[in-house]
Nanobody, 125 residues
Framework: QVQLVESGGGLVQAGGSLRLSCAASGLTFSTYGMGWFRQAPGKEREFVAA????????YYADSVKGRFTISRDNAKNTAYLQMNSLKPEDTAIYYC??????????????????WGQGTQVTVSS
């Protein structure tokens, strides 16, 4: 049974930082691309960042480029999202997801095979 478990969310002031983790089990982690998505109240789920199975390809939404960094540790079956210079508009539930599709599919949430339960990130102004 595949499980993705996010952690690291919380409340932070604008300009602060958080590091999200996504611990995976039940799958061959290094064969899956990993993505982070977020959903704010009343809005659609949107792509944030993704990284290929061995970590050589990374994509970011324009809204987070230069502020967020995605990474992974295949020895620990864990993906990370380092979020710096946080803004109130970054407030959302953040989800990690896993896909066997290639990098061209990373930006589409319906191309992902497994999802975590989400972790809340709240940025106060």
């Amino acid at each position: 049974q595949v499980q993705l478990v996010e952690s690291g969310g919380g409340l932070v002031q604008a300009g602060g930082s958080l590091r999200l983790s996504c611990a995976a089990s039940g799958l061959t982690f290094s064969t899956y691309g990993m993505g982070w998505f977020r959903q704010a109240p009343g809005k659609e789920r949107e792509f944030v960042a993704a990284i290929s199975g061995i970590g050589v390809i990374m994509y970011y939404a324009d809204s987070v480029k230069g502020r967020f960094t995605i990474s992974r540790d295949n020895a620990k079956n864990t993906a990370y999202l380092q979020m710096n210079s946080l803004k109130p508009e970054d407030t959302a539930i953040y989800y990690c997801a896993a896909t066997l599709n290639d990098y061209r599919a990373y930006g589409s949430f319906d191309e992902y095979d497994y999802w975590g339960q989400g972790t809340q990130v709240t940025v106060s102004s």
